[in-house]
T-cell receptor, first 115, second 112 residues
Framework: GDSVTQMEGPVTLSEEAFLTINCTYTATGYPSLFWYVQYPGEGLQLLLKATKADDKGSNKGFEATYRKETTSFHLEKGSVQVSDSAVYFCALSGYSGAGSYQLTFGKGTKLSVIP | NAGVTQTPKFRVLKTGQSMTLLCAQDMNHEYMYWYRQDPGMGLRLIHYSVGEGTTAKGEVPDGYNVSRLKKQNFLLGLESAAPSQTSVYFC???????????FGDGTRLSIL
């Protein structure tokens, strides 16, 4: 079945540092890929997405490129802020039969940014 | 625009009690999902629905039942709660297949 593996945290960075959170996947077919962010006490929010190979998703300074050859979708940001402190989830959308697609999530990476 | 609303936000149950979690969405989405989130486990799919009157099992369906009598509502039931069901439960919805899901703020459930 489909699976997502992302780097384990927690990750602690100083403000303005460069961020990379690795994500690799296993899936049949051509899944869509997503990064979601979860702030404390809240639900998940879509951060960015990519629907086909070589697509780059971007939002709020975060970027991720759909690399089919390496089955990866690494999240990057050039200069993190304290407000970026959250848990980040990589996910893929794969066909589960009966006309439905399901999201498969990684286990999440907690990011803490210190001033 | 409320989006996805979950009730209640918190609940404490005793082992063996039953309860129903309600998820309501006002975006006219066809697809709705129930997940549980546990530390170090990410989100795992419990049940889902591809339209009014339909339900299907996800990755971890045992001990839960669901119903989708109205398009905007998706109910998750625990018939006989067990401590292993202590978790944070999230509902999500989406308009079409393979599109991003919209999440509620979660229900924190503790079973003693």
């Amino acid at each position: 079945g489909d699976s997502v593996t992302q780097m384990e945290g927690p990750v602690t960075l100083s403000e303005e540092a460069f961020l990379t959170i690795n994500c690799t996947y296993t899936a049949t077919g051509y899944p869509s890929l997503f990064w979601y962010v979860q702030y404390p006490g809240e639900g998940l929010q879509l951060l960015l997405k990519a629907t086909k190979a070589d697509d780059k998703g971007s939002n709020k300074g975060f970027e991720a490129t759909y690399r089919k050859e390496t089955t990866s979708f690494h999240l990057e940001k050039g200069s993190v802020q304290v407000s970026d402190s959250a848990v980040y989830f990589c996910a893929l959308s794969g066909y589960s039969g009966a006309g439905s697609y399901q999201l498969t999530f990684g286990k999440g990476t907690k990011l803490s940014v210190i001033p | 625009n409320a989006g996805v609303t979950q009730t209640p936000k918190f609940r404490v149950l005793k082992t063996g009690q039953s309860m129903t979690l309600l998820c309501a969405q006002d975006m006219n989405h066809e697809y709705m999902y129930w997940y549980r989130q546990d530390p170090g486990m990410g989100l795992r799919l419990i049940h889902y629905s591809v339209g009014e009157g339909t339900t299907a099992k996800g990755e971890v369906p045992d001990g839960y039942n669901v119903s989708r009598l109205k398009k905007q509502n998706f109910l998750l039931g625990l018939e006989s709660a067990a401590p292993s069901q202590t978790s944070v439960y999230f509902c999500a919805s989406t308009r079409t297949v393979n599109q991003p899901q919209h999440f509620g703020d979660g229900t924190r459930l503790s079973i003693l």
